[in-house]
């Protein structure tokens, strides 16, 4: 049983304190960066200021963004305690986790949205997409 875990910034602690509860298998801790912000960067650097890779800031922010998934999964399967395997992904938030959790047996995440009350407004518009596309069983966590 193979079981991912969406290792997101505001609430990767409530989602990995599930996966050790829950158990299985295999454990993957999974985090998307958004390709988004770079990606504007590289292409205001180049329409603005011409094309001198050594000044694009949005290679700085690669950069910075693959560190610090390195860091959170680092974090994440420190505090699992288990044997995992991790995995940091670029791209489209809610495409890449869908697709990682395409073989799995389970998806671990957790609320994002207005977590307030109950109802549709407390998932993020990423994580809602996740539940309504996610083709294994998933695991939606209430962050604590």
Known sequence: MTVV???????WQDCVDAARAFG???LLLLHVSDHDVPGAAHGAFAGLFGRHPSRDPG???DGLAADHASRLLEAAADR????CTTSARV???????VAAAR?????ILCRDGDVSHAGPRSLGP???FVVDHATCPVLLVWPT
């Open 126 to 128: 990423a994580t809602r």
């Open 59 to 61: 290679a700085r922010l």
């Open 80 to 83: 699992l305690g288990v044997p």
């Open 103 to 107: 073989e799995a047996s389970l998806l």
């Open 5 to 11: 875990v969406w290792v997101a910034d505001d609430t």
């Open 24 to 26: 299985g298998e295999e």
């Open 91 to 97: 791209g489209r938030v809610e495409h890449e986790v």
